[in-house]
């Protein structure tokens, strides 16, 4: 069964050093998701793929967090410098790209847990 | 804006006991999916089911099932004779549709963490 990869499973860093993360979605997906889950909470989202475009990053710290997906497949999510209230599950999605007023279940990878020291 | 709210923080039942799991949700759109999810300890949110606003029929998966009522704004989710696997956080989520920057985003609840004891 097709599966969302994501490297590494978990990372320890220091405040003020970068960071960053990988994620490859399933083949033939589209959308691509980057979520950020602080413990006991729901995923809310930081940036939003179709394709290589981003759709939407009104979330994304722009000032610290930076994210690609250069051909349209794999992504990087960066933080640059880190702080400690980015302590978090770090989780890639992925779906068919949705329109048209149809959307799709987004498979969600392992996830990255971050810990800022 | 979207809003998701599992009123339940934590639920613990005794093995073979059947739980449900709460989910009132708001909305400006007329066209809307909702979705659950499940996230055991090792961290993978899993997808459990999608519905949309115009299917209120409930749904029935083995031990799952879910209720959908739009005159409440509810999708509650049913796990019957509950096992030690079930044990896990819960959440649901909706998605708004509509074109422009940000479509199809999923919102989550809190979620629900459930303990299933043996």
């Known amino acids: 069964e097709a599966e969302v990869a994501q490297s590494p499973r978990y990372k320890i860093t220091e405040k003020s050093q970068a960071v960053a993360f990988w994620c490859d979605p399933i083949?033939?997906?589209?959308?691509l998701y980057w979520y950020r889950q602080i413990l006991g909470q729901g995923p809310e989202l930081l940036v939003q793929?179709?394709?290589?475009?981003?759709?939407?990053d009104s979330q994304l710290p722009k000032d610290r967090f930076s994210a690609e997906r250069l051909k349209g497949v794999d992504s990087t999510l960066k933080i640059q410098p880190a702080e400690l209230g980015d302590s978090a599950m770090y989780l890639c999605?992925?779906?068919?790209?949705?329109?048209?007023?149809?959307?799709?279940?987004?498979?969600f990878g392992p996830g990255t847990r971050l810990t800022v020291t | 804006a979207q809003k998701v709210t599992q009123a339940q923080t934590e639920i613990s039942v005794v093995e073979k006991e059947d739980v449900t799991l709460d989910c009132v949700y708001e909305?400006?759109?007329?066209?809307?999916?909702l979705f659950w999810y499940k996230q055991p300890p090792s961290g993978e949110l899993v997808f459990l089911i999608r519905?949309?606003?115009?299917?209120?029929q409930n749904e029935i998966s083995g031990r799952y099932s879910w209720n959908f009522q739009k005159s409440t704004s509810s999708f509650n989710f049913t796990i019957t004779a509950s096992q030690v696997v079930d044990s896990a956080v819960y959440f649901c989520?909706?998605?708004?549709?509509?074109?422009?920057?940000?479509?199809?985003?999923?919102?989550f609840g809190k979620g629900t963490k459930l303990s299933v004891i043996p």
């Open positions: 999605a992925s779906s068919l790209a949705a329109g048209q007023g149809r959307t799709y279940e987004q498979y």
């Open positions: 083949s033939g997906h589209a959308t």
């Open positions: 793929f179709q394709d290589e475009s981003v759709v939407d």
């Open positions: 909305t400006r759109d007329t066209t809307y999916y």
């Open positions: 519905r949309n606003s115009f299917d209120e």
């Open positions: 989520a909706l998605s708004e549709v509509y074109s422009g920057a940000g479509s199809y985003q999923l919102t």
